[in-house]
């Protein structure tokens, strides 16, 4: 069993650049919180915009060596720092829960699930592939290569920290790039855990840099400026994308958006109504809520929705909540006080309309920032909360009437994240899943995030593709070079 305060004694807490911790400019620091009872954990350095600059220069000088190092010696680092990561399980767990407030259960889950991402992309280094052909007017011939992108800025969110992560440093050093990393304020610990894991596997200084911040505009925008970025990457609301996008245009940035989600569950009368329960249950309150995945609405045929909503609500109603580094606790908090008001907001919205309240609804009790597990039946159209992401412990339950009118509903909505419908019909399977609009679809699954599967949304749930074969496609760039 790792100490807390001896972990928390032994953490990294100064930006992370060219391979060491240094101060930020100035000295300034900011709090990070414990959100199961809101005591600081540690001060961490402030990133300045002066900081944001040297971290540039280091990936900038580093670009050229790391482009040409060879592909297996690239991959080699990657599979050590998971290996690293595997030794070092327990602290980077505990330290999620610390920091997010998840249980440790689920930290666990997560440090298996971030890890995979450097496996996988280990194995993605060495292929990297392009094209020779003969012109089809016989005059010439055709090379097509890839290379690295280049230096790239990752703005990473604060619900899965160490995942949210390796999810796009490692596609960017397995093609080449170097990376600066802009944590979110609320969990920059576990990112700056992950910079010493990879310097003791032995990624080149400049390589990557992290570097917290409590503003990030004021850091990242000069950044946006400087001819030296070529890629951004991003994930987090829909809302913050949009301006990194206008940023992002003014130079023409390459860019990746996985941005909100206002994902649709729907359940056909021929659905397995326990197995739908189970899915409803993973889908929905996989860490917390707080997931972009995370099953926002819930649309359930009339000729099952009772007995669907009262099994739902007595699951909902039987998980533990707690502080998340005690045993058998099944819902920890959220991870701020205003997440929770964000959460209380959205329920007393749908109240306040007509929405029925089967179990919850209320702040928990104590100094954390905690929310009871809440099921809201007959929810009406107008409810903000089927329109805006939740981002907590709330499932929102809606009747509807035969394929049509539930395929509608499922795509009334202006994201296109995820999506997940349970029925035990392979033809209504098939067809549904093409129907639906979002840019990956659960079949009689609730969870569905998978590293050798690609991970992004349509509509303004995104661009581009992180994980799968096609991440790694994102930090490349095509070169066609014409023969005689």
Not at 7 to 18: M, R
Not at 84 to 109: D, V, W, Y
Not at 295 to 310: G, K, P
Not at 359 to 382: C, H, K, M, Q
Request: some cysteine; overall charge negative.
């Amino acid at each position: 069993m790792i100490d807390t305060q001896t972990l928390l004694a032994s953490l990294p807490t100064d930006l992370w650049i060219g391979g060491k911790q240094i101060p930020a400019s100035g000295g300034s620091t900011f709090s990070v919180h414990n959100p199961a009872d809101g005591r600081v954990l540690v001060h961490v350095a402030d990133a300045q915009p002066e900081d944001g600059r040297v971290a540039l220069d280091a990936a900038a000088a580093a670009q050229p060596d790391w482009a040409a190092t060879p592909a297996r010696e690239r991959s080699d680092i990657l599979r050590r720092a998971w290996e690293l990561i595997n030794q070092r399980r327990n602290e980077f767990a505990l330290l999620m829960t610390l920091e997010m407030g998840k249980p440790l259960a689920e930290s666990h889950g997560e440090v298996t699930y971030g890890g995979e991402f450097l496996r996988w992309f280990s194995e993605e280094a060495v292929r990297i592939n392009g094209r020779y052909t003969q012109s089809p007017t016989g005059n010439g011939r055709i090379l097509v290569t890839k290379e690295p992108v280049g230096p790239t800025l990752a703005i990473t969110p604060w619900n899965f920290p160490l995942a949210m992560g390796t999810r796009k440093i490692a596609p960017a050093l397995a093609a080449g790039c170097t990376m600066v990393v802009k944590p979110a304020a609320e969990t920059p610990l576990t990112m700056l855990l992950l910079a010493e894991v990879f310097r003791d596997a032995g990624l080149p200084d400049g390589v990557l840099s992290v570097l917290p911040t409590s503003d990030s505009a004021a850091l990242t925008t000069p950044m946006f400026d400087d001819s030296r970025l070529r890629k951004v990457t991003f994930t987090g609301s829909t809302g913050v994308g949009k301006v990194l996008l206008k940023q992002a245009a003014d130079r023409v940035l390459r860019t990746s958006m996985e941005l909100g989600g206002n994902a649709p569950f729907v359940v056909f009368d021929d659905a397995d109504i326990d197995a739908a329960v189970e899915g409803a249950m993973a889908a929905k309150m996989r860490n917390g809520g707080e997931a972009c995945t995370a099953a926002n609405r819930i649309h359930v045929d009339n000729a099952v929705l009772a007995e669907f909503s009262e099994k739902l609500t007595a699951r909902m109603r039987a998980l533990a909540v707690g502080p998340g580094d005690r045993d058998g606790i099944q819902v920890g908090p959220l991870v701020s006080e205003k997440q929770r008001s964000s959460v209380a907001n959205l329920v007393d919205d749908a109240v306040s309309k007509g929405a029925t309240v089967m179990t919850g609804g209320n702040r928990g009790a104590g100094s954390g920032y905690f929310y009871e597990p809440t099921v809201l039946s007959s929810v009406p159209a107008d409810a903000r909360i089927l329109k805006e992401e939740v981002f907590g412990p709330v499932a929102a339950i809606i009747g509807f009437d035969g394929e049509v009118e539930g395929v509608a509903a499922a795509n009334d909505t202006e994201y296109g994240l995820a999506a997940y419908i349970y029925t035990e019909g392979l033809e209504r399977a098939l067809r549904v899943s093409g129907a639906v609009e979002a840019g990956m679809v659960g079949v009689n699954r609730g969870i569905i995030s998978d590293v050798a599967a690609p991970f992004g949304g349509v509509k303004e749930s995104g661009l581009g593709r992180e994980s799968g074969s096609e991440g790694i496609e994102e930090y490349l760039e095509v070169k066609y070079i014409a023969f005689r």
